[in-house]
């Protein structure tokens, strides 16, 4: 029986639908995270500290050595570089360790994406004794000011006026002491680029990119703050657009080094070209993966992610023909979830076909740029793809989230 090892971050949304998906297929688990988790036994679960590659890694082969494994899964982005490490050691195919890394480091990418000319923002990077005001009026306004290695719009902020931008720098110098990064740390400073955005997933073997699914984000975020909303797949960009999204994700893909497993990209789409915005060796975020199914058998992407990472045959990497989307609830603002009223009328809404909210009523929940979590998702397919946004905006607009 194949054996897999998944590293799992102690916040994740995805534990779940790996571990069904790995059941199955009749594959055995270990668990490498930060705390222990109640998900396998006592000998499969290795405890690391995300922080630490080398050393995390290198108890990942000392594990190994008593357990052998087959292959070593990361569940979300703070797993990436640990994996590539770990998997180095053990002599198993994996991603280069730099070019992890590169995943996990805005300006890191930026360069290595800027070394082979690809398309993306002007960037500079803004020190702790830098003038925000003055870094951003050399930039040109509008500005996005970006922590390195938060994800999921945390700490991502616009900045329209020179005069705005020490207020926003110091919001975010917050919030890094608040996730227990350094706050003096450098800040990515980027120029806006108006217009759409798109997510693309896709699979890497032997450092050959297939392309799965591009997601539309329509209504995209704009700014100051850069929360996602709704994805919906199949894309319906013009085949040359779509063809240039495709082409850039590979080119980005090939420049980060990237050789195997999953990869998720996002690319605003401008008036005048087509820009990567980022690049991460991971499927897409939260319960997002839910709104794929591939091939005869509905097979879940995760149920892709493993066959590749151990070299089983898959059945077929096409997605099913009906249009899908998911929205990734907002909150609306900071403090204690008291309820969500609406669920039940919202699930029966034409199109819906699940809706979970993962954050347990009584929590503490922070909206964007504070917080780095949604409320919970909502999924929906149709026949077509305007009536699967209609679906997910006509849900959302019963459901009554009430915080104090």
Same mark, same amino acid.
């Given at each position: 029986?194949?054996?897999?090892?998944?590293?799992?971050?102690?916040?994740?949304?995805?534990?779940?639908?790996?571990?069904?998906?790995?059941?199955?297929?009749?594959?055995?688990?270990?668990?490498?995270?930060?705390?222990?988790?109640?998900?396998?036994?006592?000998?499969?679960?290795?405890?690391?500290?995300?922080?630490?590659?080398?050393?995390?890694?290198?108890?990942?082969?000392?594990?190994?050595?008593?357990?052998?494994?087959?292959?070593?899964?990361?569940?979300?982005?703070? &797993?990436?570089?640990?994996?590539?490490? @770990?998997?180095?050691?053990? !002599?198993?195919?994996?991603?280069?360790?730099?070019?992890?890394?590169?995943?996990?480091?805005?300006?890191?990418?930026?360069?290595?994406?800027?070394?082979?000319?690809?398309?993306?923002?002007?960037?500079? +990077?803004?020190?702790?004794?830098?003038?925000?005001?003055?870094?951003?009026?050399?930039?040109?306004?509008?500005?996005?000011?970006?922590?390195?290695?938060?994800?999921? !719009?945390?700490?991502?902020?616009?900045?329209?006026?020179?005069?705005?931008?020490?207020?926003? +720098?110091?919001?975010?110098?917050?919030?890094?002491?608040?996730?227990?990064?350094?706050?003096?740390?450098?800040?990515?400073?980027?120029?806006?680029?108006?217009?759409? /955005?798109?997510?693309?997933?896709?699979?890497?073997?032997? !450092?050959?990119?297939?392309?799965?699914?591009?997601?539309?984000?329509?209504?995209?975020?704009?700014?100051?703050?850069?929360?996602?909303?709704?994805?919906?797949?199949?894309?319906?960009?013009?085949?040359?657009?779509?063809? /240039?999204?495709?082409?850039?994700?590979?080119?980005?893909?090939? =420049?980060? &080094?990237?050789?195997? &497993?999953?990869?998720?990209?996002?690319?605003?789409?401008?008036?005048?070209?087509?820009?990567?915005?980022?690049? @991460?060796?991971?499927?897409?975020?939260?319960?997002?993966?839910?709104?794929?199914?591939?091939?005869?058998? =509905?097979?879940?992407?995760?149920?892709?992610?493993?066959?590749?990472?151990?070299?089983?045959?898959?059945?077929?990497?096409?997605?099913?023909?009906?249009?899908? &989307?998911?929205?990734?609830?907002?909150?609306?603002?900071?403090?204690?979830?008291?309820?969500?009223?609406?669920?039940?009328?919202?699930?029966?809404?034409?199109?819906?076909?699940?809706?979970?909210?993962?954050?347990?009523?009584?929590?503490?929940?922070?909206?964007?740029?504070? !917080?780095?979590?949604?409320?919970?998702?909502?999924?929906?397919?149709? =026949?077509?793809?305007?009536?699967?946004?209609?679906?997910?905006?006509?849900?959302?607009?019963?459901?009554?989230?009430?915080?104090?």
């Amino acid at each position: 029986m194949p054996h897999v090892l998944l590293i799992i971050p102690t916040q994740t949304y995805r534990a779940t639908d790996f571990i069904t998906a790995a059941d199955a297929l009749g594959i055995e688990l270990s668990v490498a995270s930060e705390e222990e988790l109640p998900l396998v036994a006592a000998d499969r679960q290795i405890q690391i500290d995300c922080s630490r590659p080398e050393w995390s890694a290198q108890a990942l082969a000392d594990h190994a050595a008593r357990m052998p494994i087959d292959s070593i899964v990361p569940l979300d982005d703070q &797993g990436v570089v640990v994996a590539a490490r @770990a998997a180095h050691l053990m !002599g198993l195919p994996h991603n280069p360790p730099d070019g992890a890394a590169a995943t996990r480091n805005k300006v890191m990418m930026r360069r290595r994406l800027a070394q082979d000319e690809i398309s993306q923002p002007r960037f500079t +990077v803004m020190e702790s004794g830098d003038s925000p005001a003055g870094v951003a009026s050399q930039m040109g306004l509008p500005v996005v000011f970006k922590p390195l290695s938060r994800s999921g !719009g945390q700490g991502v902020i616009r900045v329209n006026k020179a005069t705005d931008a020490d207020r926003a +720098v110091r919001r975010i110098r917050r919030i890094l002491a608040s996730a227990g990064e350094n706050p003096n740390q450098p800040i990515l400073v980027e120029e806006f680029l108006p217009g759409g /955005e798109v997510a693309v997933e896709g699979l890497l073997s032997a !450092g050959r990119l297939e392309i799965l699914t591009v997601f539309d984000k329509p209504g995209a975020p704009q700014g100051p703050y850069f929360e996602e909303t709704i994805l919906i797949a199949p894309s319906q960009l013009p085949p040359m657009v779509l063809a /240039e999204v495709e082409h850039l994700t590979r080119r980005a893909v090939l =420049a980060l &080094g990237l050789k195997e &497993g999953p990869i998720h990209a996002e690319l605003r789409i401008g008036s005048d070209r087509v820009s990567v915005l980022e690049v @991460a060796a991971r499927s897409i975020g939260g319960l997002c993966s839910r709104s794929l199914r591939f091939g005869l058998m =509905a097979d879940s992407w995760e149920s892709l992610i493993l066959r590749q990472a151990l070299g089983i045959e898959i059945p077929s990497t096409v997605r099913q023909p009906a249009a899908t &989307g998911v929205m990734m609830l907002p909150i609306p603002r900071s403090g204690r979830l008291v309820g969500v009223e609406g669920t039940d009328e919202a699930r029966q809404t034409p199109g819906i076909v699940d809706l979970e909210i993962t954050i347990p009523v009584g929590g503490r929940i922070m909206a964007l740029p504070d !917080g780095d979590r949604y409320l919970g998702f909502l999924f929906a397919a149709a =026949a077509r793809r305007a009536h699967v946004e209609r679906a997910l905006r006509e849900a959302f607009s019963r459901l009554q989230i009430i915080i104090e």
